[in-house]
C-alpha cells in the first residue's frame, strides 16, 4: 500500500490536470438542492450539446455551491482565466453558453453571478467584492462546490486527509489540547466546547468506545448538513477518524435521515474509498490505530437528533431522551459506553484545525464563539440559500449585505433563527452579533442555523403557531410538561389566530411556556415554548389585537380578514367574479361588483387576479360583518 | 450505606447514601406529590410533578435526584410551584371529568396531586380542554384498559417490564398521540399479556382497573390456595362474600406480588356450583356426605389396594410437606412406588 506522500502525489497530479489541463472545466452543482433545480437535466444538455457541437471540456459534478436563488448554478473555468459562475442554468441557455463561450469567447455577461479565481473576465464583476459574498469565509464548505465529492482524490488534493495524518503522528493528549485550544464550540446548536468533550471522552474509562456524528438534521429549513455531506463528506469521515484516534475509539455511527437518500450514497462511496486508501480499517496510514465507520439511517423522528434518544435509536430501541440526572454520553452512550457525539460541522472542522492550528481556526470570529457560522438563509429575503460567516457578524449584516435585503422590498419584521426552538428577533435587534451568547440572551438560540426573514405581511401569532405545530407533532411524548404543554400552548394559538381568543390566554401562554421550559425533559421540551415566548415578547400589540380587536394586522388569519371591492375604483371587468372559487362575486360587467361576505372564503384570489391599474379589491381587518341572510317565507 | 442529613424546606431530614430525595421525604413522612414514581419500580422521572429546587438554584426531579449530605432542597420555591401547578393542570384539562363513577375515585393519585396543588374551577377554565376518545379495551376478562384516562406515567410499562419480565406493553406513537399499546396494539387479551394484575394494582388513577371491583368492608388475611408457593393474600370481604383479592405486602412468600389467578380467580368461592361437601356414588348418583362418612370409604377401598395395583398422583397446588405425606403414604403404607405428580406432564 502507498504511504500517505505517495497518495497526495498520485491525488494532486490528477487534481492539477484536471485544473491546469488544456481544457475548460464545467462545474455543475449537483446536490439534492441543485437537483430539484434541475441540475442533472443541465449536465446532461451540457454532454449533448458538447458532442454535437465537437466541443471539449470536463464535466465536474460538484456539491452544493451555497447561492439557492440562483440554482442551477454552472461554474465554467477556460484554461488561464478566471471561473465564471452561471445563475439559473437552464437547458436553452446551456446551447447559448457552449455556442458563446465554450466555442467562441463571449461569456454572455447578462446569465453570470460573477466570477472568481485567478485572472478576470470581460464585464464580468469579481463575486467575492459583491455585498452579498465579501463577508461570507468558506472554511466548513471549502471543498462544496469546489471537489467531485465521490472523487477522493479530490479532496485529498484539497489538504484531505491531510490532518488524519498530522494527528496519527500527535499523541491523543495533543490532539485534545488542539481542539480545546481552537475554541470550536458544538456545531448542532447547542454550542458545548468540542475539545472539552473530546477530552472527556478520552478520560472516560473502558475498552470500547465509540464516536457518533449526528447527522439527522430535522430542523424545517435547515440543510447545511446535508450539504456538507454530499458535497465533501470525506472531511466528515476525516473528523471522526481522527475524533476516534483521539478518543482512543474503534468504531463510529454515522446517524444521518432516511430522507437524504444522496447522503447517504455519497458516505457509503466515501467509506469505501477511504477503506481502498487505508485511511479506514485495520492499521490506518500503517499505525496501530484502527477505526471503521458504519451508517445508520434515521427513522424520521425529530427528537432524535437529541443525543441520548439517537444513541437508544442506534440501539434499535424507542428513541426517547434520556432523564436526567443521567452520564454525560461520553461517560455512558451508545450501548452504554462511552460515546463522543457531534455534528456533521463539528468533525467537518476538526481536520483543519489539526491541519492549519487552533490559533488559525480562532483567528475568526468572537472570543467565546470562535470560527464561522453556517446560516440557511431564507424566507422574505432577496438572496436566500446557504452561508458561511465568521461568528460575530450582525443580523443586519447577514439579511441587508449578504442576503441582499427583504425581497419584494418589503419592510423587515422580524427574523426567526435556530429552527423551531429558535426565537423570533425585531428590527430594534438587528445588530446583535451572530454567537452562542449573544443570540442566548436575545431569547433566541444558534440551533441548527436556520435563518427565516420575515417582513410586515407575516403574522407573528401565526408564526408562533407554525413552530408550536412542528414541535407539538415531534415531541416524543414521554414527559407531561412538553406532550401536553406544547399540545395546550398550539391549541391557544390556534384559537387566537381563529378570532377565538380569550382575555387572559397571554398570561396563560408566559406561564404554560416557562412551566415547559424549565419542566421538560430534554432540548426539544425545553426550547420549545421559545418561539411563543419572543414573538410575546416583541410583538405583544399583535397578539392584542388579535383577541381583543379580532384584528390581524399583517392581514394573514383568514377568520379575522374580509375582502372588499371599492366602489370608486372597480371597472366592472369580470376577472374577479370569474377566479373566485366559490362564486362569491356578482356584478354586471363595467359595473361595480360586490363580494358576498357569506360566501367568501378569504382565499384572496380576487385581489391577486383584480389588475394592477384599479387595484379595487382591499383586504381588511378586523372582518366586515356578514350581512344577514334574506329569508324569504314560503307561503302554501 | 453511610448516612447523611438533608434540608427539605427547612427540616433536617437523616438519609441513607444512594436514596433519591423523594424516597428521603417519605420515609420521614414528608408528602413530595408524584405521579409515575412507584416504590417497587425505577424512577424514570416522566411526570414532573415531583419537582423540586436543589441547593437554591437547579429545578430537579426529586424522584430521580440522589440524596447528598448537606443538601438544601425547597418543594416550595416560586419556579417549582409553577412548574408543577402546570403540569398537573394540564394532566387535569386532558382527563375525563367522570371522578363519581371512576373505579379510582377517592384512591387516585392524580385527584391526591390536583387537591395538594390547589387546582381551581377558574383557573382550569383558562384551559382548551381536550379529552381522548380512543375506545375501551375490554377484551381481558379481568380488567379494562382506558386509554383516556391515561396520564401515560408508565408505570404499566416499567411494571411489565422490571418486575414480571413479560414485556407485554410498551409506549407506540408519539406526542400527544402517545398511547400505551401492546404489539401492534392488539387488543390486550391478544398480546402477550399473562393477566397478572400487577400493572392493574400500580395504575395511579383508573386506566388500568380490575372488572367489577366492590370496595371490600373488612379485610381477611389469608393464603392462596391455587399452588404450593404459598402467597399471602388479602381477601377483601362483604358480609359473607369475598369481593377482592390483594397481594400481601408483608408476606416474605410473594411481598404482595399475585399470578392471574390468585388476583382474580376469587369468584369460585361464592360460586352456587361450588361442592362444600364431599359426594359419595349411591345406586349410580352422587350424594353429599359427611368428611368422616367419606374418609372411612377411602381407607376401607385402600386397604384392599395394597401394592402395585395402587399408584398415587400428587397435585402441584398443595405444599411441598403435603407432596412429601403422599409419597411416604404410598411407599411406607401402600407398599408401591407408583407414585407421581400433576406438575411433571
Not at chain 1, 492549519?356 to 457560522?373: L, V
Not at chain 1, 410538561?481 to 394559538?493: E, M, V
Not at chain 1, 372559487?581 to 367568501?600: M, R, T
Not at chain 1, 387576479?609 to 378586523?622: G, H, M, N, Q, Y
Request: glycine share 10%; charged share 25%; with cysteine.
Amino acid at each position: 500500500m502507498m504511504n500517505f506522500t505517495e497518495i497526495q502525489e498520485q491525488a494532486r497530479q490528477e487534481w492539477d490536470s484536471l485544473q491546469s489541463g488544456s481544457v475548460p472545466v464545467i462545474a455543475v452543482g449537483t446536490a439534492t438542492c441543485g437537483r430539484s433545480a434541475g441540475a442533472l437535466g443541465v449536465v446532461q444538455a451540457f454532454e449533448e450539446e458538447m458532442s454535437e457541437k465537437g466541443v471539449e471540456a470536463h464535466i465536474v459534478e460538484v456539491g452544493c455551491i451555497g447561492p439557492c436563488y440562483a440554482e442551477p448554478l454552472v461554474n465554467i473555468t477556460k484554461p488561464g482565466r478566471a471561473t465564471v459562475a452561471y445563475k439559473n442554468v437552464t437547458k436553452k441557455m446551456v446551447t447559448e453558453i457552449v455556442d458563446n463561450y465554450l466555442k467562441g469567447d463571449d461569456p454572455l455577461p447578462h446569465y453570470t453571478l460573477g466570477s472568481f479565481g485567478e485572472g478576470t473576465v470581460e464585464n464580468i464583476p469579481r463575486i467575492l467584492d459583491t455585498p452579498s459574498f465579501k463577508p461570507q469565509e468558506r472554511r466548513v464548505f471549502r471543498n462544496c462546490g469546489v471537489i467531485d465529492p465521490t472523487n477522493i482524490n479530490h479532496y485529498i488534493a484539497n489538504e484531505g486527509y491531510n490532518g488524519l495524518s498530522k494527528a496519527l503522528t500527535m499523541t491523543q493528549s495533543e490532539v485534545v489540547e488542539e481542539m480545546k485550544k481552537s475554541g470550536l464550540r458544538g456545531r448542532g446548536g447547542g454550542g458545548f466546547p468540542a475539545g472539552r468533550k473530546w477530552e472527556a471522552g478520552l478520560n472516560a474509562e473502558g475498552d470500547q468506545k465509540y464516536v457518533v456524528c449526528n447527522a439527522d438534521e430535522g430542523d424545517p429549513g435547515a440543510f447545511m448538513d446535508r450539504a456538507v455531506i454530499e458535497g465533501d463528506p470525506h472531511s466528515v469521515l476525516e473528523g471522526m477518524i481522527i475524533a476516534g484516534y483521539a478518543i482512543g475509539a474503534d468504531t463510529g455511527y454515522i446517524y444521518v435521515r432516511a430522507e437524504y437518500p444522496l447522503a447517504i450514497r455519497r458516505l457509503e462511496r466515501a467509506i469505501e474509498q477511504a477503506h481502498e486508501k487505508g485511511f479506514l480499517g485495520n492499521n490506518i496510514l500503517g499505525t496501530d490505530f484502527s477505526f471503521d465507520i458504519n451508517i445508520f439511517p434515521g427513522a424520521g423522528a425529530f427528537v432524535c437528533g437529541e443525543s441520548t434518544a439517537l444513541t437508544l435509536s442506534i440501539e434499535g430501541k424507542r428513541g426517547m431522551p434520556r432523564v436526567a440526572p443521567r452520564p454525560r454520553t461520553t461517560e455512558q452512550g451508545l450501548y452504554d459506553k462511552p460515546t463522543l457525539l457531534n455534528n456533521v460541522k463539528t468533525f467537518s472542522s476538526a481536520p483543519m484545525i489539526i491541519t492549519r492550528g487552533a490559533e488559525w481556526f480562532a483567528s475568526i470570529g468572537t472570543e467565546k464563539s470562535t470560527g464561522t457560522a453556517i446560516f440557511a438563509l431564507t424566507g422574505k429575503v432577496n438572496n436566500c440559500g446557504l452561508i458561511e460567516v465568521p461568528m460575530g457578524i450582525t443580523l443586519r449584516e447577514i439579511i441587508y449585505d449578504i442576503g441582499g435585503g427583504v425581497a419584494d422590498g418589503g419592510r423587515f419584521k422580524a427574523v426567526q433563527t435556530g429552527g423551531p426552538s429558535g426565537g423570533c428577533l425585531p428590527e430594534s435587534l438587528l445588530d446583535t452579533p451572530i454567537d452562542y451568547d449573544s443570540l442566548d440572551e436575545a431569547g433566541s438560540i444558534m440551533g441548527s442555523g436556520g435563518m427565516v426573514v420575515m417582513d410586515e405581511k407575516t403574522c407573528m401569532v401565526d408564526v408562533a403557531r407554525y413552530f408550536l405545530d412542528f414541535t407539538e407533532i415531534e415531541s416524543c411524548g414521554q414527559c407531561v410538561p412538553c406532550r401536553l404543554g406544547t399540545k395546550q400552548l398550539l391549541d391557544i394559538l390556534k384559537d387566537i389566530c381563529a378570532g377565538k381568543g380569550k382575555k387572559g390566554d397571554i398570561d396563560l401562554l408566559i406561564e404554560l411556556s416557562q412551566s415547559v421550559h424549565g419542566g421538560s425533559v430534554c432540548g426539544l421540551g425545553q426550547t420549545a415554548a421559545n418561539p411563543v415566548l419572543t414573538t410575546i415578547r416583541y410583538f405583544r400589540d399583535e397578539f392584542e389585537a388579535h383577541i381583543n380587536d379580532k384584528c390581524c394586522p399583517a392581514k394573514v388569519c383568514k377568520p379575522l380578514i374580509s375582502f372588499r371591492i371599492l366602489e370608486d375604483k372597480c371597472a366592472g371587468c369580470t376577472l374577479c367574479a370569474k377566479s373566485c372559487p366559490v362564486n362569491a362575486i356578482s356584478g354586471e360587467k363595467k359595473e361595480v361588483h360586490v363580494i358576498d361576505q357569506g360566501l367568501c372564503v378569504q382565499c384572496g384570489v380576487c385581489m391577486e387576479k383584480c389588475p394592477k391599474k384599479f387595484s379595487a379589491v382591499e383586504c381588511l381587518s378586523p372582518k366586515l360583518p356578514v350581512a344577514p341572510k334574506e329569508t324569504t317565507e314560503v307561503v302554501a | 450505606m453511610s448516612k447523611v442529613t438533608l434540608t427539605i424546606d427547612g427540616l433536617q431530614i437523616p438519609a441513607k447514601e444512594g436514596m433519591t430525595v423523594l424516597e428521603a421525604a417519605q420515609a420521614s413522612g414528608l408528602y413530595i406529590p408524584n405521579l409515575c414514581n412507584h416504590p417497587d419500580l425505577k424512577p424514570a422521572g416522566l411526570c414532573r410533578v415531583c419537582v423540586v429546587k436543589m441547593d437554591d438554584w437547579k429545578i430537579a426531579i426529586s424522584c430521580k435526584l440522589p440524596v447528598k449530605d448537606g443538601m438544601v432542597i425547597s418543594t416550595e420555591d416560586p419556579e417549582v410551584q409553577q412548574i408543577r401547578k402546570s403540569t398537573v393542570e394540564l394532566l387535569v384539562a386532558n382527563h375525563p371529568m367522570t371522578c363519581l363513577t371512576c373505579e379510582a375515585d377517592g384512591d387516585c393519585e392524580l385527584q391526591r396531586v390536583a387537591h395538594y396543588v390547589g387546582i381551581t374551577q377558574e383557573n382550569l377554565n383558562r384551559y382548551r380542554r381536550s379529552v381522548r376518545s380512543i375506545p375501551i379495551d375490554r377484551s381481558n376478562p379481568f380488567f379494562d384498559f382506558d386509554h383516556n384516562k391515561c396520564i401515560l406515567c408508565g408505570i404499566c410499562v416499567r411494571t411489565c417490564d422490571e418486575l414480571q419480565n413479560i414485556n407485554a406493553i410498551d409506549y407506540a406513537q408519539r406526542g400527544v398521540d402517545s398511547i400505551i399499546s401492546t404489539l401492534a396494539n392488539k387488543p390486550i387479551a391478544e398480546s402477550r399479556c399473562e393477566s397478572c394484575g400487577e400493572c392493574v394494582i400500580r395504575c395511579p388513577v383508573a386506566a388500568l382497573a380490575p372488572k367489577g371491583a366492590q370496595e371490600p368492608m373488612r379485610e381477611v388475611k389469608s393464603i392462596c390456595s391455587y399452588c404450593g408457593v404459598g402467597c399471602g393474600v388479602m381477601l377483601g370481604v362483604r358480609g359473607q362474600k369475598v369481593v377482592s383479592v390483594e397481594g400481601d405486602r408483608d408476606n416474605p412468600v410473594n411481598k404482595g406480588s399475585l399470578c392471574v389467578k390468585g388476583r382474580f380467580g376469587y369468584r369460585f368461592i361464592n360460586h352456587p356450583e361450588r361442592l362444600k361437601t364431599p359426594l359419595i356414588k349411591k345406586n349410580g348418583t352422587l350424594e353429599e356426605a359427611s368428611w368422616d362418612e367419606a374418609l372411612d370409604l377411602i381407607a376401607e377401598k385402600f386397604s384392599n389396594s395394597k401394592g402395585d395395583k395402587f399408584a398415587a398422583l400428587a397435585s402441584a397446588r398443595i405444599t411441598n410437606e403435603d407432596n412429601y405425606l403422599i409419597q411416604k403414604f404410598t411407599r411406607a403404607v401402600m407398599g408401591t412406588n407408583n407414585i407421581d405428580h400433576c406438575a411433571r406432564l
